[in-house]
Every structure is written in structure tokens, then in C-alpha cells.
């Protein structure tokens, strides 16, 4: 040890003259961001918008297109993932120093601290720097390895949980903001769009969910309510429109009972949304 290093904190610790002042985490954080080509932080400024459902979905339909993908939930009041994958009640590996991502199959990983929680009734009451905390050690923690995507489904609003995933990943992430047609929706979701540029992370493309109503006997899509607000937001504020989901009855049950629709293979209104929504991230990879 250096006559520089006798007094400090970090003596023993495996730090270096090199690296001294440098925090570790901070280190195997850049480590893992550096395994990962495309990272992807789905959000909304809305509850309620189906952004859990477009994020599962969205990672399931890239793993059967033989990406390599993780699933990271940062949903700490509610998270929803294991239920929508029908992981509840899995639990990860977890060593001294790295956890095991939940295997959804041979191609996509997942990890939330649904899977931690003693038991699903469990509210957690956590401040801001708690929550800060959970995040940076779901990166830099987590055993993800080599991945073509990262999908982070973000809780509702512009709090914590999406600064501080934005602000972890750093500005090479991509937001993929939720809405559904309605103007109240839209109204919350164009300060999303606000929030990515402020904090310095390009907004990849806006889906509108919930957009029309998709008969469930023979697949006409009625728009019963309105339709087109995501859209119009989209040449609003310039940001690529992904492409509109109708709201599809199978949607609400594949979520309730853990199967994803883009695992189904169906040809309907949904399977052909979810389709033209995955064609440009999939270009991503290429």
C-alpha cells in the first residue's frame, strides 16, 4: 500500500493509486452497461395506460425474434412483471456478490423486486434515495451478461424511479412512452416527452394503447372511444409514432393469467399492432 493510500477509507478494499476515488458500484455499473447494445426505459405520465403490458410484450416479442434481452422491472410500489409472465412467486439466485435474473426462456431474463417481496400483500414504503439505491443494484448487481436489449418498465409520473433510471443508464438510453387516445392521458404523457428532453435522453417512439375497440368474435376494431390522441402528440412534439393497440379483451386476460399475447402467434388486430411496433427496435440490433 502507497503512503497515499494509508489513510483512506477504501484501504484493503481492493482499490488501486489507480482508481482511488472512484466508487465501485459506479465501476461494475459501466461494466454492465458496456454488455449491453440497446437499452430501452419504458414510461408514462399516466398510470393506467397499459405501459407494463407494452413493456412485457414488447421484451417477449424480441426474445422470440432471437434477441438477446433483459426485463428489468422498477415498478417499486407495484411491481407487475411477474404476474404478467407468470413468474410470481420465482425467486432468483442470489450469491455474496451478483444475482441470477429470473429465466423467462432461453432468450429473455428478468428481475423485480416482485420476486423479493416475502409476500405479494407486502406494501413498500420507501423513500427516494432507497428506491435510487434499489436500481443501481439491479444494474450492477444483476448477472445480465451479453444482451441485445434492456427493457426498463418505469412506474407511472416523472419521479425517482424513471430520473433515476434515465440518469444510471445514461443519455445512450431510449424512452418508449405509453398513452392511451384520451386527452387526459395525452395531457400527462406530453410532460414524459418533456421530461426525456430536459434530463438529455431522446425519446425513441410513442405507442398509443387502448386506441379503438377490437371485437373479440370477428376482429373489427371500433373506436368507441377516441383514438388518434398519441398520434397527434407524436407530430406535436416530433417524436416517431410507433403505431396504435386496440383494446383487445385477450390482452386484459393473457395479462391477468401470465401468458403475453406476442407469445401466442395470433393474426389479429393486436398481434399485427404489436407487429409494426417492434419492426424499428428490432433495427436497432441490425
Known amino acids: 500500500m502507497s503512503d497515499a493510500c494509508a489513510g483512506c477509507s477504501s484501504a484493503g478494499s481492493g482499490c488501486t493509486p489507480e482508481?482511488?476515488?472512484?466508487?465501485?458500484?459506479?465501476?461494475?455499473?459501466?461494466?454492465?452497461?458496456?454488455?449491453?447494445?440497446?437499452?430501452?426505459?419504458?414510461?408514462?405520465?399516466?398510470?393506467?395506460?397499459?405501459k407494463s403490458t407494452v413493456a412485457a410484450n414488447i421484451a417477449v416479442a424480441l426474445a422470440l425474434a432471437g434477441k438477446q434481452v433483459g426485463l428489468l422491472d422498477v415498478d417499486v410500489h407495484g411491481p407487475s412483471?411477474?404476474?404478467?409472465?407468470?413468474?410470481?412467486?420465482?425467486?432468483?439466485?442470489?450469491?455474496?456478490?451478483?444475482?441470477?435474473?429470473?429465466?423467462?426462456?432461453?432468450?429473455?431474463?428478468?428481475?423485480?423486486?416482485?420476486?423479493?417481496l416475502p409476500s405479494p400483500k407486502d406494501a413498500v414504503?420507501?423513500?427516494?434515495?432507497?428506491?435510487?439505491?434499489?436500481?443501481?443494484?439491479?444494474?450492477?448487481?444483476?448477472a445480465w451478461g451479453d444482451l441485445?436489449?434492456?427493457?426498463?418498465?418505469?412506474?407511472?409520473?416523472?419521479?425517482?424511479?424513471?430520473?433515476?433510471?434515465?440518469?444510471?443508464?445514461?443519455?445512450?438510453?431510449?424512452?418508449i412512452i405509453v398513452?392511451?387516445?384520451?386527452?387526459?392521458?395525452?395531457?400527462?404523457?406530453?410532460?414524459?416527452?418533456?421530461?426525456?428532453?430536459?434530463?438529455?435522453?431522446?425519446v425513441f417512439g410513442l405507442?398509443?394503447?387502448?386506441?379503438?375497440?377490437?371485437?373479440p368474435k370477428c376482429g373489427h376494431v371500433e373506436n368507441i372511444f377516441s383514438t388518434g390522441g398519441g398520434e397527434a402528440l407524436a407530430r406535436e412534439t416530433g417524436?416517431?409514432?410507433?403505431?396504435?393497440?386496440?383494446?383487445?379483451?385477450?390482452?386484459a386476460r393473457s395479462g391477468d393469467e401470465g401468458y403475453p399475447i406476442a407469445k401466442l402467434g395470433q393474426d389479429n388486430a393486436t398481434a399485427r399492432a404489436l407487429g409494426e411496433i417492434i419492426k424499428p427496435i428490432l433495427a436497432l440490433a441490425n
Open 19 to 50: 482508481t482511488c476515488g472512484t466508487n465501485p458500484q459506479d465501476e461494475k455499473i459501466k461494466k454492465t452497461l458496456g454488455r449491453i447494445r440497446n437499452k430501452l426505459v419504458v414510461m408514462s405520465g399516466k398510470g393506467g395506460v397499459g
Open 81 to 116: 412483471v411477474p404476474r404478467l409472465l407468470s413468474l410470481a412467486g420465482t425467486q432468483p439466485h442470489i450469491e455474496r456478490d451478483y444475482i441470477e435474473p429470473v429465466a423467462y426462456n432461453n432468450n429473455l431474463w428478468v428481475m423485480s423486486l416482485g420476486f423479493l
Open 125 to 142: 414504503i420507501w423513500r427516494g434515495p432507497v428506491k435510487t439505491g434499489l436500481i443501481r443494484q439491479f444494474i450492477s448487481d444483476v
Open 148 to 175: 441485445d436489449y434492456l427493457i426498463l418498465d418505469c412506474p407511472p409520473g416523472t419521479g425517482d424511479e424513471p430520473l433515476s433510471a434515465l440518469q444510471e443508464i445514461g443519455p445512450e438510453a431510449q424512452a
Open 179 to 202: 398513452t392511451t387516445p384520451q386527452g387526459v392521458a395525452v395531457d400527462d404523457v406530453r410532460r414524459s416527452v418533456t421530461f426525456c428532453e430536459q434530463v438529455g435522453n431522446k
Open 207 to 215: 405507442v398509443e394503447n387502448m386506441s379503438g375497440y377490437a371485437c
Open 239 to 251: 417524436v416517431r409514432f410507433l403505431g396504435r393497440i386496440p383494446l383487445d379483451p385477450e390482452v
